[in-house]
């Protein structure tokens, strides 16, 4: 279903029209928190707001968004005795800094970032709160300096300030905007819960190993409430951010987590209070004790064999993304709420797995959908994302029985595809394929060379390494397509077609099944074979 010109229009200035309205208020918010003119902010949300709008959108879009927060900051100025040139500065470095940081991230993930394994997550973190916030503070360290602070406070509270923000306001804004609430289920709350325990043991781990080495010096033992601090001062962004993440979000207790959570507030406020010596000489003291550390051939290796073990950590965790598939088993087919009533009648006790089928599908409502037939008694429509796993896996397992099927009963069973990608450019609903819109109009403008079954086998068996850009050259190397990107904004409106009727139908997740109007579960193949058996033994007899 397309969407007019008119309601395209009236979206797109509703969108800008909320940006304006959360920036405004995210400047207010952190405006409030500035102690002096000289003093930058400690927690700047607008850089999480204008970070968030260009991660959602396409880069032909941005331009409206760093062009939008201009007369936002304008019109609120600063505060007092805040020279104008200073609030350009500002504004420029602000855009400069989100579009570094939109543009780095888009080079890494080509279509919109989900953050919904831990690679993706460090990857981020390592770029929007970290490298970039850094070359921001040493461009404005400069500009500070000329209001009265030093360089090195102006440098580090400047860093703290956007970093702090973009850890913690930034996944929760991708999170909700992405529509990843609709994706959280079991397996999802457990890989975030061991995501989060991983986090703690290396970070508890790290703080022990502070500790042991500055046992060795007496000057690095004066040192050591400041570097715990320090490293507290960091833990103590993670643990807001994951302890929304786990109760808000996820709505799960981990006591592990908790336990985690207080210890650093307490490591923070009991460091916070041991530490002596301002912070700003941090950095000189823990450049000494580091070249003394170098000296040191044991406790030099004691920190090279926590490195290896922490990266060999992240890299082993499971980073495959969630799959949003349906039901697997008879017993559990996607929800609807006609077919949630009729699962709620139990099957008669002593049925055959085939006799407790036939009841199940005898007992469904039957949905139109709009399809041809070719004149064939049996219609199965399968929604479908070329990046899905089970997707894959039923095409597998079907094929060789519709065909065998399609044989036995010749012109009275018709199979099709519908497109049901889940992947937020093109599907309202989100989803975690960043590549499954391009996939689907790889097949349509396969299809136009006849080559679309090759091109299916060729987008399942490659799942694991599918990027957009990926799909494109296999589209070219295996579909024969030449004129991929020229030919995609007009094919992409056939899919959301697609998706408009499966939205209808409530398909929410892939694959997604119906024969004649009945919703079937994700059967085993011997299963789904007597399904349409059933079907055809049903029609030929004339039972209802």
């Known amino acids: 279903m397309r969407e007019s010109p008119r309601e395209a229009w009236r979206i797109k200035i509703f969108r800008l029209a909320a940006f304006s309205i959360v920036y405004f208020l995210a400047v207010l918010g952190g405006e409030s928190l500035y102690g002096t003119v000289g003093v930058p902010s400690p927690f700047w949300f607008p850089d999480a707001v204008l970070l968030c709008a260009l991660l959602l959108t396409p880069r032909h879009q ?42 780095w991230l888009h080079r890494l993930h080509p279509r919109r970032i989900h953050l919904d394994t831990l690679s ?6 390592a770029i929007a709160a970290f490298a970039v916030p850094l070359a921001s503070a040493l461009v404005a360290a400069p500009a500070r300096y000329v209001l009265g602070d030093s360089l090195w406070s102006a440098g580090y509270r400047w860093f703290l300030g956007d970093a702090v923000a973009q850890v913690i306001v930034t996944p929760t804004l991708l999170y909700w ?12 709350k457990e890989i975030a819960l061991m995501a989060a325990g991983l986090l703690a043991v290396l970070y508890f781990a790290f703080v022990l190993g502070i500790i042991l080495l500055c046992r060795r010096s007496a000057s690095a033992r004066q040192n050591l409430p400041g570097y715990v601090f320090a490293a507290a001062t960091l833990g103590l962004a993670g643990v807001l951010y994951l ?118 599908l005898s007992q469904q409502p039957r949905v139109p959908i709009i399809v041809p037939s070719n004149g064939a008694a049996v219609v199965i429509v399968k929604f479908n994302d070329y990046q899905c796993p089970p997707c894959g896996q039923t095409f597998r397992e079907y094929k060789p029985i519709l065909a065998k099927l399609q044989q036995k009963y010749p012109g009275k069973i018709t199979f099709m595809t519908r497109d049901f990608p889940l992947d937020p450019e093109c599907n309202s609903l989100g989803g975690p394929h960043p590549s499954g819109c391009e996939a689907a109009v790889a097949v349509r403008l396969a299809r136009e060379k006849g080559k679309a079954e090759a091109m299916e086998e060729w987008l399942f068996a490659n799942q694991p390494s599918m990027t957009p850009e990926f799909v494109k050259q296999g589209a070219a190397s295996v579909g024969g397509v030449t004129d991929f990107d020229a030919r995609y904004a007009k094919t992409i ?52």
């Open 62 to 103: 941005w331009w409206v968004w760093l062009l939008a927060i201009w007369p936002i900051r304008l019109a609120l100025g600063a505060p007092d005795g805040t020279p104008l040139w200073f609030v350009l500065f500002g504004i420029a470095n602000d855009t400069a800094k989100a579009l570094l940081a939109a543009w």
């Open 243 to 360: 302890g929304y993440a786990s109760f808000v979000v996820l709505k799960a207790v981990c006591l592990l987590c908790v336990g985690s959570y207080l210890a650093i507030i307490a490591l923070f406020l009991i460091s916070g209070r041991a530490a002596r010596y301002p912070m700003s000489s941090l950095p000189g003291r823990a450049a000494r004790d580091l070249r003394l550390l170098l000296q040191t051939p044991a406790a030099l290796t004691a920190a090279v064999a926590f490195i290896a073990a922490a990266a060999g950590a992240v890299v082993l965790f499971p980073t495959e993304p969630i799959s949003a598939a349906t039901s697997t088993a008879p017993s559990a087919p996607a929800a609807t709420p006609a077919a949630a009533q009729a699962t709620a009648q139990a099957p008669p006790p002593g049925q055959t797995p085939l006799q407790q089928l036939e009841t199940y």
């Open 120 to 125: 993706e997550f460090a990857r981020f973190l």
């Open 493 to 544: 409106e056939l899919v959301k077609g697609d998706i408009a009727q499966g939205m209808t139908l409530q398909v929410r997740g892939t694959p997604s099944f119906f024969m004649n109007g009945i919703r079937l579960p994700n059967l085993r193949g011997e299963f789904f074979e007597a399904a349409v058996e059933w079907e055809l033994h049903r029609l030929s007899t004339g039972a209802r």
């Open 177 to 188: 905007c992405a529509g990843g609430y609709r994706r959280v289920n079991a397996r999802m």
